[in-house]
C-alpha cells in the first residue's frame, strides 16, 4: 500500500480546512481490479461551449444549472484529495473551459498543490488571445487547442459557427507567449474534414506545433457516429506518410500515452495519433475523470459516475470523498466495447463528459 505524501489545504464556503493525509495509513492508490493505478485526472470545469462541433455537441443542448456547476474551492478540494491518492497529473477541459471566467485563478491554485507536478489544458482557442499570458505567467506551459479545419467555410460546417479568425489568434498568441508543447487536436471525419488533413499537417510543421489526429469516438449527442463518417488513423498515417515521411515504431506508444507518436524525417517536428476505437488502449489506461458537475468518472464510457459534489456540500469529509473515489476506481471495466456488439453509448456526450 502506497503511503500518501500530500498535504493540502483545502477551502470549503470559504472555510479553511486544513487537511494533513501525509500521516494517514488509509490513502491507498486509486487502483482497479485490472492492475491499473490511475494518476490522471481530467477536470472537466464547464460543460457550456462557445461552438457545437459535429463529433461532439448538437445545436441545441440542454446545460446543467450554473449552481450545480462545481466552484473553484470545490474542484481544488476534490483535486487535492485525489492528488493524495496518487494522481499527479491534471488536465482541464470541458465544454470549453475558456469560457469559464477567471480560469488562470483556478491554474494557479491547483499549481499550489503539493504533488501535483503536472497541469495542461484542453481548448477550442477562442479567447485565448487575450488569456495567453496570464496561463503563461501562473505556470501554464502544456497546451491543446482543438481545430479540424484551416478553411472558414469547413470550419464554419464542423464547428456550426464562424469563428476559425479567434482560433488562429488564440494558436499565434499561445505560440508567442512561449507555450511548449502546442498540440492541435483534430478529430477528422469522412465526407466533411478528411481533406483537411494535410493542409493541418503543413500549417502545423510550419508553424512549430505538433498535430494529432483522434479517431471520432461514438460520444456524440448528434448520434452520427458510424462507419460512413468514421476514418480509421491507419489510414491518415499512410496517407500523411506519403506526403510528409515519417519515423518511428509501430508499436511506439509510451506507457500510458493516449498518442502514438512519429518524427518527420525531415526533422520538422513530430505527429500524434490517437486510435481510441481501432488500437485501444484500456489495458494501461491510469485516467480518470471529473465532470464539471462533480461526478467522478473511472473512464471516459463508463455508464456510472460517482456524486462526489452532493456529499462534498453535505459536509462530507476529505476520508470519505477519498473513499468514493476509490471505490469507483475499484468498479473500472477492463476495456471498452466500442467495436463490439454490446457497446452501449454514455447517456452524455463527450463535452458533458469532459474530453
Ligand atoms: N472545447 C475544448 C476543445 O474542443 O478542445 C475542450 C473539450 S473537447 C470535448 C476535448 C477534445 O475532445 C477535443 O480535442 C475534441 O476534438 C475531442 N472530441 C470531442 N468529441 C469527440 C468525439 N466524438 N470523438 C473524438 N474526439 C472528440
Ligand atoms: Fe465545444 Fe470542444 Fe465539443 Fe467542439 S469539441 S463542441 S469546442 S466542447
Not at 483535486?79 to 485563478?105: C, F
Not at 457516429?225 to 476514418?231: A, K, L, S, T, V
Amino acid at each position: 500500500m502506497t503511503k500518501s505524501t500530500v498535504c493540502y489545504n483545502s477551502l470549503v464556503n470559504g472555510r479553511s480546512n486544513f487537511f494533513d493525509l501525509q500521516d494517514n495509513q488509509d490513502m491507498a492508490p486509486l487502483a482497479d481490479r485490472h492492475n491499473r493505478i490511475a494518476t490522471n485526472l481530467r477536470v472537466s470545469v464547464t460543460d457550456v461551449c462557445n461552438l457545437r462541433c459535429l463529433y461532439c455537441m448538437t445545436e441545441k443542448m440542454d446545460f446543467v444549472e450554473r449552481s450545480e456547476i462545481m466552484t473553484f474551492d470545490e474542484i481544488v478540494r476534490l483535486v487535492g484529495i485525489s492528488v493524495s491518492l496518487g494522481v499527479n497529473k491534471v488536465r482541464l477541459t470541458g465544454g470549453e473551459p475558456l469560457v469559464r471566467k477567471n480560469l488562470p485563478e483556478l491554474v494557479e491554485n491547483l499549481f499550489a498543490i503539493r504533488g501535483l507536478t503536472d497541469v495542461s489544458l484542453t481548448t477550442n482557442g477562442i479567447g485565448l488571445a487575450s488569456q495567453a499570458q496570464k496561463f503563461y505567467d501562473v505556470g501554464l506551459r502544456r497546451i491543446n487547442i482543438s481545430l479540424d479545419s484551416l478553411s472558414e467555410v469547413k470550419f464554419a460546417q464542423i464547428t456550426r459557427r464562424n469563428l476559425l479568425g479567434q482560433v488562429l489568434d488564440g494558436l499565434e498568441e499561445a505560440r508567442q507567449v512561449g507555450f511548449d508543447p502546442i498540440k492541435i487536436n483534430a478529430v477528422p471525419m469522412r465526407g466533411f474534414t478528411e481533406d483537411e488533413v494535410l493542409d493541418l499537417v503543413e500549417f502545423a510543421r510550419n508553424n512549430g506545433y505538433e498535430m494529432r489526429f483522434i479517431e471520432f469516438m461514438p460520444l456524440d449527442a448528434d448520434n452520427i457516429w458510424g462507419q460512413e463518417m468514421f476514418i480509421p488513423n491507419t489510414e491518415l498515417k499512410d496517407r500523411i506518410g506519403q506526403a510528409f515521411p515519417l519515423q518511428g515504431e509501430e508499436d511506439g506508444r509510451r506507457l500510458h500515452a493516449t498518442a502514438k507518436d512519429y518524427w518527420f524525417r525531415d526533422g520538422k517536428g513530430k505527429i500524434g495519433f490517437i486510435s481510441s476505437v481501432t488500437e485501444p488502449f484500456c489495458h494501461d489506461c491510469n485516467r480518470v475523470r471529473l465532470t464539471a458537475d462533480g461526478k467522478f468518472r473511472n473512464c471516459l464510457f463508463a455508464l456510472e459516475e460517482t456524486d462526489l459534489l452532493t456529499p462534498l456540500r453535505h459536509g462530507a469529509t476529505d476520508l470519505h470523498l477519498a473513499d468514493l473515489m476509490r471505490q469507483s476506481v475499484a468498479d473500472k471495466a477492463e476495456g471498452h466495447l466500442i467495436n463490439s456488439q454490446n457497446y452501449i453509448k454514455p447517456k452524455r456526450n463527450m463535452s458533458m463528459i469532459g474530453g
